[in-house]
Structures are given as C-alpha cells and as structure tokens.
C-alpha cells in the first residue's frame, strides 16, 4: 500500500511570503498526485492534480505543485501568501494500478501571519 | 456544476436514536463515497458505491448502513451509534470508481455529534 508523508503538520507564514509545503510518497512506481484544501467546517476542494503529462502543475488561486520522480515529491508552492489561505492541505495518492482509492497525508494546517 | 450537496449540515443525537445522512450530486458521476473525518484528521474511507452496488466496505460497523436509491443520491444510515462515532462525515463522487485519474468531488459534510 502507498503511504504519503507531509513533513511539517503546522505551518506558518506572514502575508505575502511564499508558501511550501511538501509531500512525499512512498512507491516505486509512480502514483496520481493530488492536492486538496478544507476550509474550517467545509468539505475538501481540489487544488490540483498530477496524472500524466508536464511535471509541473498550476491550480486554482495560484498554487502549483511539482512532481519529482527522483524524489518522490509532490511539493505545493504559492508565491505570495494570502490571508485566506489559511486552511488544512492534504496531499493524497492514488495507484496507477487502478481504482480511485486515496491515500491521505496526514495534512498540514496553514497559518497566515499578517 | 461541480456540486455534491449534503443534508443535515449538522446533526446531534442519542445513542438509541435512528437517523439518515443524505448526499445528492447531479453531475452524472457513477461512483459514490462515504467518508469519515474526525478532527485535524485525513478523511477516512467507508463505502465505495459504483453504478449504485456496493464495491467497498472498508469494515465498518453494522451501525452504519449506506444506501444508493439511485444514480444522484447516496444515504447513510445510523442506529444505535457511540460517541466515538462523532466526526465529520463527507460524501464524495466521481466520474467512475475504476479510473485513478478521476476527481472526486466532496460534499460540505455533516457534523454528527452523538450523545
């Protein structure tokens, strides 16, 4: 079975700074990639995903995220913080073999410091 | 439109109670879920339904008894629950339950405190 690690369950940045927040998984082969953030008492929204293709991945509300086979990372990245994006992000994976099974990371919980 | 909706928003009851979470999505998605999320937790998988049978129990209690009346609509059942069952409880969808590169789509949940 997959496991998916993001390193750091608290992060905190000020307003403006660029965030990152890193994600990595633990097959050989590689799995699809997902990012998604729950708001406070609201469900999860995908950020982005990886399936085939550029490595290099845009989202919504200027996220992206980079897949590196190398280092079986999946890293999310936002050049400038923004108050509202303080929220919980979870990384997920699921297997190229089949099915639509996510792995959860454990999350992050993003902090915004004005 | 890429809505899943779930009604209650928020739900209490006693251990000896009956209630239904209900799930509705109308995106023409063939595959199900029932999640369960407890706080500063991931989601935790319960129920997959794929073109309304049941693919995956992820051994969950007989307390907790999922029905898909149709292609839009997803129910969960709950009897005589614990308070340890308290958590948030999302449904999801996707396009197909086979196809690892679909989204899938989550509801707002419903917040289950049992008594």
């Known amino acids: 079975a997959q496991s998916v690690t993001q390193l750091g369950s608290h992060v905190s940045v000020s307003e403006g700074a660029l965030v990152l927040l890193r994600c990595n998984y633990s097959?050989?082969?590689?799995?699809?990639l997902f990012w998604y953030v729950q708001y406070p008492n609201q469900g999860l929204q995908l950020l982005l995903k990886?399936?085939?293709?550029?490595?290099l991945v845009k989202g919504i509300n200027g996220f992206e995220a980079e897949f590196k086979k190398s280092e079986t990372s999946f890293h999310l990245t936002k050049p400038s913080a923004h108050m509202s994006d303080a929220a919980e992000y979870f990384c997920?994976?699921?297997?190229?073999?089949?099915?639509?099974?996510?792995?959860f990371g454990t999350g992050t919980s993003l902090t915004v410091i004005p | 439109d890429t809505e899943v909706t779930q009604t209650p928003k928020h739900l209490v009851m006693g251990m000896t109670n009956k209630k239904s979470l209900k799930c509705e999505q109308h995106?023409?998605?063939?595959?199900m879920y029932w999640y369960k999320q407890k706080a500063k937790k991931p989601p935790e998988l319960m129920f997959v339904?794929?073109?309304?049978?049941?693919?995956i129990n992820e051994s969950v209690p007989s307390r907790f008894s999922p029905e898909c009346p149709n292609s839009s609509l997803l129910n969960l059942h709950l009897h005589a629950l614990q308070p340890e069952d308290s958590a948030l409880y999302l449904c999801?969808?996707?396009?197909?339950?086979?196809?690892?590169?679909?989204?899938?789509?989550f509801g707002p949940g419903t917040r289950l405190t049992v008594l």
């Open positions: 999801a969808s996707s396009q197909e339950w086979s196809r690892g590169t679909d989204t899938q789509y």
């Open positions: 097959s050989s082969v590689p799995p699809y």
């Open positions: 990886y399936t085939t293709g550029a490595t």
């Open positions: 997920a994976v699921k297997d190229l073999a089949g099915g639509n099974q996510f792995y």
């Open positions: 995106m023409g998605h063939r595959a």
């Open positions: 339904y794929s073109y309304e049978k049941l693919s």
